[in-house]
């Protein structure tokens, strides 16, 4: 029985004649019946339009061949003069009905011409095939009455035969009366019945592309950054300002636009954070009519170095040797600022600071030497201690009452959320209301088979989901590895021209794959976590804090069995331990003074 309804059938069949009929077919017909029930097409008609067609129920079987039978129930008449047929329903209303034979021998006609269209069916079925008719009416005792010239009493069913000792010996009656038995007929056989099923009741089940669904929750992670918005107008008659929150909470979207806001009334406004990439991407985002200047921290530098030549940095490096690769970005390079301050005057009426907890100790002064008023000058500093993954800033140039927090996760969806929060130490940091897609664990050993997983997930993103390449991004934790791994990935061949890159500002058909660190501050909708060889969680959890709350969408976790089993374990241990089962804390406001 197709559909099988079971114990919904009164829900699912509003005809109480279709439901007489269904329940003697279950029960009266043998296996190697196929009963499908409801069965509707469109078809190309005469004339070149469209045409609907319907039958009750479909019989199919792998010898006998089709039947297919049109339900009357209730009372019938037909008036020989006028040609109408009308039914009678149990309250005595009479209704204008079809021709019910005419529907019956018209839908066989139909149903055989579109299986004939179908590529297999030639193939498969050799030869001419029975296709018969009936009419069932299931309220009426006696067939008398109906039979005529075009109404044999073969292919006339009745209340007579609805007991299921009368069902098969009814339905192979009007088989035989079709040809059934004919030498010139041909069996549909097994595949045959098959091809029925699969054209009049083929199950599928289609759904939303992730770029349909991406789509939708950014809607709604529009709605929730907006809702922080409101902090900058909190912000409004404050100063001095350290604001605190964890990945994913609007800090660098908070702090472009509270750079915007600044240059709109009339301040010469300095945006800057740590990350190239980031501040890459702040300068192609940023209004280019205000007066904001903005990028990282070095490159700023490095734009002054041009506009005023001179011998700062090397004066720096005479004073300060460097005892490290890190001591020429953490303490030559403001320090050779503080030398060009010292020639050049360079002022800004308000400083914002993106990413404060990765600024040394040492760009705070030359920061300060730049604002027009050392005591007024507003300054607003973003940051997440979770993130310090460059240096450790031990004193910012903000007393801890002026200190507040962000404590929504505007970014991820839910099910992300759920394994970055246990790697996020230290204050709130809430579940969003998009709930997403659960993580995927992609399990493969070795490089090889890694990347092999990586190109298919890749590919099928691409090519089924609807997803942009420049909207994935493989992100990898072990740095020390990412120069072996990324060469090996680069080398693949992609089809449609696709290709791995290291480039952050990637073109059309480019999916990105950085370490962890050069994309901090970022976010793609998916990301592909890679790069877990042999990990130790304690150690890389800033790093893999950062690489996990990148995904808006999306998060991808792709390395060796125990790789990750490793991670999946210290997630949910620290989970417990913190009691985050629910992902989320107790509501509280959305800024609120740090304790």
Same mark, same amino acid.
């Given at each position: 029985?197709?559909?099988?309804? &079971?114990?919904?059938? $009164?829900?699912?069949?509003?005809?109480? &004649?279709?439901?007489?009929?269904?329940?003697?077919?279950?029960?009266?017909?043998?296996?190697?019946?196929?009963?499908?029930?409801?069965?509707?097409?469109?078809?190309?008609?005469?004339?070149?339009?469209?045409?609907?067609?319907?039958?009750?129920?479909?019989?199919?079987?792998? @010898?006998?061949?089709?039947?297919?039978?049109?339900?009357?129930?209730?009372?019938?008449?037909?008036?020989?003069?006028?040609?109408?047929?009308?039914?009678?329903?149990?309250?005595?209303?009479?209704?204008?009905?079809?021709?019910?034979?005419?529907?019956?021998?018209?839908?066989?006609?139909?149903?055989?011409?579109?299986?004939?269209?179908?590529?297999?069916?030639?193939?498969?079925?050799?030869?001419?095939?029975?296709?018969?008719?009936?009419?069932?009416?299931?309220?009426?005792?006696?067939?008398?009455?109906?039979?005529?010239?075009?109404?044999?009493? #073969?292919?006339?069913?009745?209340?007579?035969?609805?007991?299921?000792?009368?069902?098969? &010996?009814?339905?192979?009656?009007?088989?035989?009366?079709? &040809?059934?038995?004919?030498?010139?007929?041909?069996?549909?056989?097994?595949?045959?019945? %098959?091809?029925?099923?699969?054209?009049?009741?083929?199950?599928?089940?289609?759904?939303?592309? %992730?770029?349909?669904?991406?789509?939708?929750?950014?809607?709604?992670?529009?709605?929730?950054?907006?809702?922080?918005?409101?902090?900058l107008k909190w912000l409004g008659s404050r100063r001095r300002v350290g604001i605190a929150g964890g990945a994913g909470t609007g800090k660098t979207l908070l702090a472009l636009e509270k750079a915007h806001e600044l240059a709109r009334n009339g301040f010469r406004t300095l945006l800057l954070v740590f990350n190239n990439a980031l501040g890459d991407h702040l300068a192609a985002v940023?209004?280019?009519?205000?007066?904001?200047?903005?990028?990282?921290?070095?490159?700023?530098?490095?734009?002054?170095?041009?506009?005023?030549?001179?011998?700062?940095?090397?004066? $720096?490096?005479?004073?300060?040797?460097?005892?490290?690769?890190?001591?020429?970005?953490?303490?030559?390079?403001?320090?050779?600022?503080?030398?060009?301050?010292? #020639?050049?005057?360079?002022?800004?009426?308000?400083?914002?600071?993106?990413?404060?907890?990765?600024?040394?100790?040492?760009?705070?002064?030359?920061?300060?030497?730049?604002?027009?008023?050392? #005591?007024?000058?507003?300054?607003?500093?973003?940051?997440?201690?979770?993130?310090?993954?460059?240096?450790?800033?031990?004193?910012?140039?903000?007393?801890?009452?002026?200190?507040?927090?962000?404590?929504?996760?505007?970014?991820?969806?839910?099910?992300?959320?759920?394994?970055?929060?246990?790697?996020?130490?230290?204050?709130?940091?809430?579940?969003? $209301?998009?709930?997403?897609?659960?993580?995927?664990?992609?399990?493969?050993?070795?490089?090889?088979?890694?990347?092999?997983?990586?190109?298919?997930?890749?590919?099928?993103?691409?090519?089924?989901?609807?997803?942009?390449?420049?909207?994935?991004?493989?992100?990898?934790?072990?740095?020390?590895?990412?120069?072996?791994?990324?060469?090996?990935?680069?080398?693949?061949?992609?089809?449609?021209?696709? @290709?791995?890159?290291?480039?952050?500002?990637?073109?059309?058909?480019?999916?990105?794959?950085?370490?962890?660190? @050069?994309?901090?501050?970022?976010?793609?909708?998916?990301?592909?976590?890679?790069?877990?060889?042999?990990?130790?969680?304690?150690?890389?959890?800033?790093?893999?804090?950062?690489?996990?709350?990148?995904?808006?969408?999306?998060?991808?976790?792709?390395?060796?069995?125990?790789?990750?089993?490793?991670?999946?374990?210290?997630?949910?241990?620290? $989970?417990?331990?913190?009691?985050?089962?629910?992902?989320?804390? #107790?509501?509280?406001?959305?800024?609120?003074?740090?304790?």
């Amino acid at each position: 029985m197709i559909p099988d309804y &079971g114990s919904r059938l $009164a829900h699912m069949v509003g005809s109480a &004649g279709e439901r007489k009929v269904y329940e003697a077919l279950r029960h009266g017909l043998p296996s190697g019946f196929v009963v499908l029930h409801s069965v509707s097409w469109i078809a190309r008609a005469p004339g070149d339009h469209a045409q609907d067609g319907e039958a009750d129920f479909l019989l199919v079987h792998p @010898r006998l061949g089709l039947l297919v039978i049109e339900v009357k129930g209730g009372g019938i008449a037909y008036d020989g003069d006028t040609g109408e047929w009308t039914s009678q329903d149990r309250e005595g209303r009479v209704n204008p009905i079809k021709n019910p034979f005419d529907q019956a021998k018209n839908a066989k006609h139909q149903i055989l011409a579109l299986l004939r269209k179908q590529p297999d069916w030639d193939k498969l079925v050799r030869g001419p095939v029975c296709v018969g008719h009936a009419v069932w009416f299931p309220d009426l005792v006696s067939p008398d009455a109906l039979i005529g010239p075009d109404r044999p009493r #073969e292919i006339i069913l009745t209340l007579a035969h609805l007991p299921r000792e009368h069902v098969e &010996g009814a339905i192979r009656r009007a088989w035989d009366f079709a &040809g059934a038995r004919s030498e010139v007929r041909c069996e549909p056989g097994a595949h045959g019945v %098959a091809l029925v099923e699969k054209t009049f009741a083929r199950s599928f089940a289609v759904l939303p592309t %992730a770029a349909a669904r991406i789509s939708d929750e950014e809607q709604k992670r529009i709605e929730l950054t907006q809702a922080q918005f409101h902090l900058l107008k909190w912000l409004g008659s404050r100063r001095r300002v350290g604001i605190a929150g964890g990945a994913g909470t609007g800090k660098t979207l908070l702090a472009l636009e509270k750079a915007h806001e600044l240059a709109r009334n009339g301040f010469r406004t300095l945006l800057l954070v740590f990350n190239n990439a980031l501040g890459d991407h702040l300068a192609a985002v940023v209004d280019p009519a205000l007066p904001v200047t903005t990028g990282s921290f070095h490159s700023f530098c490095g734009r002054l170095f041009e506009q005023y030549p001179g011998d700062y940095l090397e004066r $720096a490096q005479r004073e300060h040797p460097g005892q490290s690769g890190s001591d020429l970005w953490n303490i030559q390079f403001p320090a050779a600022l503080c030398h060009l301050l010292e #020639e050049h005057e360079v002022k800004f009426d308000a400083i914002i600071v993106d990413e404060a907890q990765d600024f040394a100790d040492e760009f705070w002064f030359p920061l300060q030497c730049m604002m027009t008023d050392p #005591e007024k000058t507003p300054l607003y500093l973003f940051y997440d201690r979770n993130q310090q993954i460059y240096r450790k800033t031990q004193n910012f140039p903000i007393g801890p009452a002026d200190e507040f927090s962000l404590t929504e996760n505007c970014r991820n969806t839910a099910q992300i959320h759920s394994v970055v929060r246990p790697l996020f130490i230290g204050g709130e940091l809430n579940a969003p $209301a998009i709930e997403g897609v659960p993580v995927a664990w992609h399990e493969a050993e070795g490089s090889a088979e890694q990347i092999k997983q990586i190109k298919a997930l890749v590919t099928r993103l691409i090519t089924q989901d609807g997803i942009r390449p420049q909207d994935i991004v493989v992100l990898f934790v072990r740095h020390e590895f990412y120069p072996v791994f990324f060469k090996k990935i680069e080398a693949e061949k992609m089809a449609n021209g696709l @290709r791995f890159v290291k480039n952050t500002q990637p073109a059309d058909k480019e999916i990105r794959v950085l370490t962890a660190g @050069r994309f901090k501050g970022l976010e793609a909708p998916i990301v592909i976590v890679w790069g877990l060889r042999e990990i130790s969680v304690e150690d890389s959890r800033m790093e893999l804090y950062v690489a996990l709350s990148r995904p808006k969408n999306e998060l991808h976790m792709v390395g060796s069995g125990g790789d990750l089993k490793t991670i999946r374990e210290y997630l949910q241990n620290a $989970a417990q331990s913190a009691n985050l089962s629910s992902g989320r804390t #107790e509501p509280q406001a959305t800024a609120s003074a740090a304790t």
